[in-house]
Structures are given as C-alpha cells and as structure tokens.
C-alpha cells in the first residue's frame, strides 16, 4: 500500500460538502404556482399547463361567484382559446394540447351535475365521420376532442361510414356542419361521390369540412369546391376545423369562400393512377435483367408468432414517431441540435415508458411466403408451386417520364426463360392496442391515446422492417446490411419491399390476391370491403430481391 492510499483523512467530509453550498439559495420545490392568482386564472392556468391537482377545489370555490356556464364559456374555454394561439404560434406541443383538453373534459364533467339542462347548448354542432372504406380515426378523434373541449357539440359515428348513415345521423341530431375525414388516397374519391350524392339529394345546405393525409388544399378548394353546390372546406388539422366552426357558427355565421375554381383541365380525381400507365407500350425501363435470382426458401406461406417485442422496439424510427405520429414539432428559435436534445429530454422517456406499458398488449404476428413468378410488360406473374401454371397476375404502372420504371421490371421476363422468386409478407401487432386506444378516448385520457395509437402504428412498422430483413437472410441477400439504424431506415439493404397503396403499385384492390397467397387470417388479419388490412396496425408488403431496387414515383 503506498503512502497516497494509507495516508489519514484530515478533514471531514460532510462539513466541506457543506460548505461548498453554503452561499447556494435552495429553490423551494414545494412552491406552488398558483399561489396569489385569483380562482379565475388559477383555472385557466389549469386549462393552459394541464393541471388537475386541486382542479375540483378550484372549480368548487369559482361556483361560488360564478354559474357553471359562465366558468366554462367566460374562463375555460378562454384558457382553451390560449391553448390555441399557443399550438398556432407554434409554442406548444400537439400531446400538450391534449392535456389541456383532458383537464378542459374533466372540468365540465365535474361541473355537469350542477347545471341546468338547458345549460348544456353548445356554440355549435358537427357531424364527424371517417368515410366509407377506412378504418382510420385518429384524425378525426382529435377533431373530436379539439371541437368538444371548445364548447361545440360532435357526433361522432366512427369508422367506415356510407353517406346514408353520415346524411341521416346528421338529420337524427340536428347538426349543422358535416365533418368528413379519411387517411387514404381512396378516401378522397369517396368524399368527391359523398358530395356528388348530396347534391342529387338536394341537401347542399350542409357546410362541408373535408380532412385527411391524403387530401390537398387545391383538391378540395379548387375541384371539390366547384362541383358541390354549397360550401365544402379544407382543414389541415384540428385547430383549422376549429377556427372554420367558429365562422360557420358565430352569430353572423359567414366564413370567407373563395369562388369555386374550374378543375384544372388536366385534372384526374386525385389519386387516380391515369389508366395508360398500367397499359404496357413496349417501351421499358434501363433496368438491368441479369441480376442473380437467389434460390427458393421454401413455396408458399407460413407464419410466426413468438417474438420478443422488446427486440422488435430496437426496430421503432423514432423520427417517424416522435415527429410524425406524435406530431412534436421543432419550436421557435430551436436549431436541429437543441431540438434533438429536447426530443432526447421529452419524448424519449415516453417511449421507454410506451414499451412497458404496451409489452403485454402488442400481439406481433407475421405471414410471409416465397412464390415462382416472372414479368411480363407492366405485370408481374406469380406461379403455382409447379413453376409453371399461372396462379395470379399483379398489374404495376409505369412511368411516363424519367426512366419509365415499373415493378415488373425488377423481375426476369417470360421471354428470358428464367424462372424469378419473388416475397410477399403481412404483419400486424393485433388489434387489441386499437381495443386499447378506444377504451383511452371514451376515458377522456386523451394524451395517452395519441402515444399509445403512435406506438401501435410504428410498432407495425417496426415488425415490418425487422421482418424484411429475415426475408433478406432467407433469401441469401443480406450481403449490404447496414451497421446502423438510421440507415436501416433510409432502406440502405439489398432490394426493396413495396406496400400495396404506396406510388409503386398503388391498387389496393391487389390485396384480394395477396390474402389468397399468404391466407393471414391464421394471424388475426383480414381484409375490409375496401380492400385494407384490419386491424389497422397492419401492413403488408411485396419483396424485391433486386439489387437496383429502390423506391420511385409514379408520374
């Protein structure tokens, strides 16, 4: 032992430690930050931090000064009103926003037993529904949750709705606006004949608020508003609907209208792949049609349904949650550095706490298969197991422009006499986390729910890439593996997986034959009436060996 390690302590080492903090003022962790507000902003600071300690004592002692009205239209809702300018201005966060909705929720159902029936008219009424073919609501539940916490009226009918149900439900509660909302690129199209049959019905007196993912302002301010007889809108997320319901609404009910605009002449309803893009001219892409065809795993479809999640949760893009599904946005004054950092402070333990409360209630399930196939023109032919008798042909369109690229080109011709391999593969982590998030929204626990349905979808996701590259290893083509995640995500492997719906082969209706060759049902997974996979966090895919494949538009 030398002298440094033997030699004796001389000082103690709790009176340094404090004195190093002798000339520190403690903050005072116990402060309270309410403290000196009147009850009036002690509630809307409430409503604008998404406090519910002491909320009931608050909105108690205001009863006492106030109507249960008055403290829902003259204080609460002004704090929603902040909540707003706060969201806009770009200042608050979408999950911080539906705090405050919970807190707005939980206020007036703690004031409801105490007002007059008549108390109860709101400044306005919709009628909300996602369109007939669509299982997506997370849109339209946060219209929803946005419009009732300020002070209107919704009924909301759920999924999948056909026009008869949204004409009558909307007639059956008196409503004045009709909320029509949809995530897929056929949900438009439904929408457009939802608005034709209005017309023909002669019940145009309707305001229209269209939203979706796949919808654009021009589609809707320019075609949509020229071929329907009253008034139809465009809102780009909840608060746009909220500010539109405000003008259609208010005492003077008037909302600014552009004048509907001729559809542009070259104009196709949008999301229509123009038909002679599926039609096959002779002209094909530079493509190269040598490239190796790996040997066959194994004919036809199996399934998998042990996985451990938390390795499946390694595979989760956290861009694509915590921006995308989760909607955080970088705020003002924040360069990409501090904003990372902040997502890192923010949403990553949201996340980590996601995983284990999800851990139970994610069912990853896999159905995958390899199939004989070979191209011809624009269409990719699948075999029986005999590699010769057709078993079904899959249609892809073509560029116009650029290179003229196809899917079917990725794949050796019938004219090479090659025979190619090609994979398809359908995974779902099961509808129980839709069960979930329902059971979330009905409660009012409206933070939770916009988590919990990210997580769901990205989870998907995740199962999705973590499978493809088990197809790359089966398929003995796991030769450009990337090291890292972030370029595992930015598709840096060998080949290519395409899901049905997306640019490169945009027919969902060619789901019909995927379900006949990987038969998912055995996993819990079927197909709706248009053609998308329930449940909802569900995706499906076709795999490309390819080693040129990569992802392209059509146009």
């Known amino acids: ?12 080492p709790l009176i340094e430690l404090m004195a190093r903090f002798e000339n520190v003022k403690a903050a005072d962790a116990a402060a309270d930050p309410f403290a000196g507000l009147s009850v009036e902003e002690r509630l809307k600071k409430h409503i604008v931090d998404g406090i519910k300690k002491n909320l009931e004592a608050d909105l108690d002692e205001a009863r006492a000064a106030r109507s249960p009205l008055s403290i829902i239209n003259d204080v609460l809702l002004d704090g929603m009103k902040t909540v707003g300018e706060l969201f806009g201005a770009g200042k608050m966060q979408l999950p911080f926003v539906l705090q405050s909705a919970e807190v707005m929720k939980a206020s007036v159902r703690h004031l409801e037993p105490f007002m007059e029936k008549s108390d109860g008219d709101a400044k306005g009424s919709m009628l909300i529904a996602t369109v007939a073919g669509d299982v997506h ?7 929803d949750i946005i419009l009732t916490n300020n002070g209107y009226r919704v009924v909301n009918i759920g999924i999948k709705q056909p026009i008869n149900a949204i004409l009558d439900q909307a007639k059956a509660h008196d409503c004045r606006v009709i909320g029509l909302s949809g995530l897929l690129v056929k949900s438009t199209l439904v ?16 305001p229209v608020i269209l939203g979706g993912a796949a919808l654009t302002r021009a589609y809707v301010e320019q075609d949509l508003r020229a071929l329907y007889n009253g008034r139809v809108f465009y809102a780009q997320d909840a608060f746009e609907g909220l500010a539109l319901m405000g003008k259609l609404c208010g005492d003077d009910a008037q909302v600014e209208e552009e004048p509907p605009a001729v559809p542009r002449a070259t104009s196709h309803r949008l999301g229509d792949t123009p038909p002679d893009l599926y039609v096959f001219d002779g002209a094909k892409s530079d493509v190269r049609t040598d490239a190796p065809v790996p040997a066959l795993p ?9 996985f451990d999640v938390f390795e499946l ?31 890192e402070e923010n949403a990553r333990p949201v996340f980590e706490r996601m995983q284990r409360e999800l851990a139970s209630v994610l069912k990853p399930r896999v159905k995958w298969g390899y199939f004989w196939c070979q191209s011809e023109g624009n269409d990719l032919i699948a075999y029986h197991e005999d590699a010769r008798t057709e078993r079904c042909r899959f249609r892809f369109p073509r560029q116009s422009t650029d290179r003229r690229l196809c899917l079917a080109d990725f794949f050796r011709s019938v004219e090479s006499g090659v025979m190619d391999v090609v994979g398809f593969h359908i995974v779902t982590v099961g509808s129980e986390v839709s069960e979930h ?22 989870t998907a996701e995740a199962l999705a890439e973590y499978w493809h590259r088990q197809i ?74 390819h080693p040129d494949a990569k992802y392209f538009n059509i146009r």
């Open 137 to 143: 609501d997370i849109g339209k539940n946060l219209v």
């Open 313 to 343: 949760y390694k595979y989760v893009n956290p861009i694509a949650l915590f921006r995308g599904q989760w909607q955080f946005r970088r705020q003002e004054g924040m360069d990409n550095k501090a904003f990372d950092a902040w997502l």
């Open 437 to 458: 998030e329902r059971r979330l929204f009905a409660a009012g626990d409206y933070q939770n729910y916009l988590y919990i349905h990210g997580m769901g979808v990205e």
């Open 191 to 206: 929408m457009r004949d939802n608005l034709l049959e209005m017309n023909a019905r002669g019940l145009h007196d309707y």
């Open 472 to 545: 790359r290893l089966e398929m003995g083509i796991a030769d450009q593996e990337p090291d890292q995640m972030r370029l595992l995500f930015s598709a840096k492997y060998h080949g290519a997986r395409y899901s049905f719906g997306y640019p490169a082969c945009p027919n969902l209706e060619d789901q019909r034959m995927l379900m006949d060759l990987l038969q998912p049902q055995d996993i819990g997974v079927e197909l709706s009436e248009e053609c998308m996979l329930v449940p909802e966090q569900s995706t499906s895919a076709i795999i490309v060996h």
């Open 298 to 306: 194994f004919y036809g479809a199996r399934r998998h349904t042990k």
């Open 1 to 12: 032992m030398n002298d440094e390690t033997n030699r004796e302590i001389e000082y103690d």
